[in-house]
């Protein structure tokens, strides 16, 4: 079988599968204008409601996610810092903390954060409170958005900021800082001339990853939003509603936005190791001042680094995990508080509403799903890797594999759902079968990823060349040399991916007919307001991404 | 000025103690080498000394100071790194002028000194370049620029001409002596070249094993080490076990075993002592030239470009090496020929037997 062969097969796979559908989403709203038009400005009933609520969707969303970026890098930065740098007792578990909410379904954590801010179940009930510490549509002064929301987001992205900036500056020489210091310079001063600068594509890669993802962020979102609606609700509502092209517009608005970001954010990070210094020429005694400040916070107040981005991941990650595994077993017979035990977990779960049966069937499809799904991506994933190493237009796959990553993934599943069903190739209906299209792909990106990174790292090329030096055919040394050689990264992907899949709500959402997986179960509980049922659903879905990460963590520890 | 003292600085890794109660004064204006095998705790003691790394234990005076709990950027020293680390997001000037700028010297008094720094130190790259623009020399050079901007009278070189090409660190070695001398610094140098250590410094300073074992003017080093192991490491020796057989006026006569019999100056050794003897290849000669006359039979020749290295086995089985510069015209004995090896007495050094073995004395670890 000649090579060409294989890699005309891969590309055409992997562009039917992974970039058609966001491709046709924007075909879709060009090719359909006249019903967009009619639909979004122009109808005869509500005018251009629509357009307004795209709008207002829009600002909010960007409010959102811009302020929760600025919070995430103000404290994701030092945390990055004092992460890459610094040897501590417990910083394994730190760095587990902080990635946590990358593996927790998003409808899980959400609700735990519900529960823990909220209700009388979390904090509230723990400070002697009748009710919740704070009432759900609260909201966060200065950027004037609800404050739960906010709490939740930060969880959510904070991870990309964190690990994507402690890469960077792991990778940076640390003579350079001593140098600095050695000729006067305090540590703040050090910071804010050499590594910020050096430094600087990393945090702006993180930022953009982090922006990304708290636009597109559907599943906890849902459950804690309340009154407020983001751009990636309003498209799930949307296309529950059958108001299809108006989901269909702003899903392209939404695609649109994310390449306008990423694209140049690309461009800007690949651009050649020489990051030039940000110039701009100050006064002289300002400069100074600004010298004297930094050296004062260098003395007195650098502790404040170590201690700040720790609250943080205590109050946003840890404290909502510890309150849901306290309510279930607070809330396991009945409700403590009006001891119905109507109100407790064992009821809804067995009693007549029979949540438990919707569980099992939730986790048998949610698994299909996720091996079925993980198990194509995987196939896929593999020969595109080594195309992306080996040709020289691997570069541009490789960006255009980040975009299924940073489109909201609301906006993916009505692609997928105008591609593959009755509105486009009519070749599969929502439910299983379309929730399966629709995570390959996102779940192709996923273990690409992971595998260019062990594939990177492995010198595969020089085993492989000096395999055909002792008469391996090409393919005998790829299956003999490379691949054994990047079993690791395809692991490590198979399972990330599984656990992504495992957790997917936004887009699950859009295509799943009448098959439910576990993250959407979580939400319908919420929304019957079955909330034992939620907390023991929450604490089985964390339970199960706990041991997917554990599995992880001892994988790529060897 | 910047006199630096420690006393007692040790500084332990886990059961490694990188640093053992190091006790050591530069005076002002000194240039000092520390040299030694990888691992001997050189390259902690400067950092120790730059506030990089804090010691366990001991105090570190610098112009009288105690700097132990004094943060880096406040012990006004000038650091020179063995990777170099000019800010590579920097120009050469921007580079130059990094350490007035953070410290809030006036625009006009830094560009002052920049241009009179790049004069001296004779940096010949463009001002607006960036590092990966210019040679390994040149950048090393800029780095150097760059740690006396500050005006500090103490420079630390850690093993700086250790990334660069042979002929570039020849050169650029004798340039860092000037600059240090024009300028009246103190210099601590580190490095495990230990001519390069011979070559540029008032004083040199044998580490080993986290410990100073010996320290002196570099003649003194080569001529009369105090140390077996520093025969050894500073330049070549030969190493020959005897017992001392006699002490006259002359000097003391060692028996080699197998009949043959060397004469040393030093007469400090006890009768009947066991001793290591140690000379130096460059000191012996082909031929019967003195009263130390060994025989024994050519093995093999290797030329060095400008050198010859003769080896010569001794009747005990012992290999000794000669070594001798090209001259024509002067013929060189051949594989298996019969030859005889003279050292003057006075080149002859003598040593107590190491408790621990000789070789286990010598070694480089």
Redesign the interface.
Known sequence: MSSRLVVSCTLVTFIIFVMLPTFYLISYVFLRWDEVWYEVFANPIIGDENWRQIIKALIFSFRLSLSTVAFDLIFGVPLAYVLARKRFPGKGLLEDLVTLPLVIPTSGFGFATLVTWTTVAGLGGLLGMRSGLISLNAVAPFINVPFILFIVHVALTFPYVVRTVETKIQSIDMTYEIASRTLGAYSLTTFRNILFPLALPGIFSGAVLAFARSLGETGATMIVSGVSTTASIAIVRWASEFKIPTAAFMGSLLVFIAWVIILPAEIYVSRGRRAHSLSFSVPMNLTRRIIRFERFLSRKLFFIKDIVPLVIVAVAVVIPIAVVLNSVILYWSADPYTGKIEGGVVHQLFGPSNYFSHLLKATLTSIIVALVSTYIATCIAIPISFIIERRWYGRIIRTMLKVPLIIPTSSLGLSVLLLWGSSGLNLVSSGIWMIILTHIVFSVPVVVESIIASYEGSGIQMYEESARTLGATAYNAIEAVSLPLIKGGVFTGFILSFTRSLGETGATFIVMGRDLTIPVLVVNMVEALAIPAALFTSTYLIALSLVMLAIVRVFTQR | MPEVKLVNVTKRYGRIIANDHINLTIKDKEYISVIGPSGCGKTTLIKCI?G?IEPDEGEIYIGGRLVNNV?????G???V?Q?I?L????TVW?NIT??P????F??EETEAIAREMIEMIKVTARVDA?P?ELSGGTQQKTAVA??L??RSRLLLLDEPLGALDLKVRAALRYELRRIVKDLGLTALHVTHDQEEAMSISDRVVVMRRGRIIESGRPIELYMRPKKLFTANFVGEANFLVGEVKLITGEGSIIDLGDGMKILSRDRSREMGERVVVAFRPEFASLGRTCENALAGKMTSIIYSGDLVRLHVELPNGDVIVVKRSLRLYEPIPRAGDEVTVSVPPENILVYPYPERGLHRELSLE
């Open positions: 730059a990089i943060p880096i950027e406040d012990r020293i000038g650091y790194f990777n680390a800010f590579p997001h920097m921007g990094y350490g700028r953070v410290r809030g006036p625009p960036y990966d760059r740690a901007m500050t």
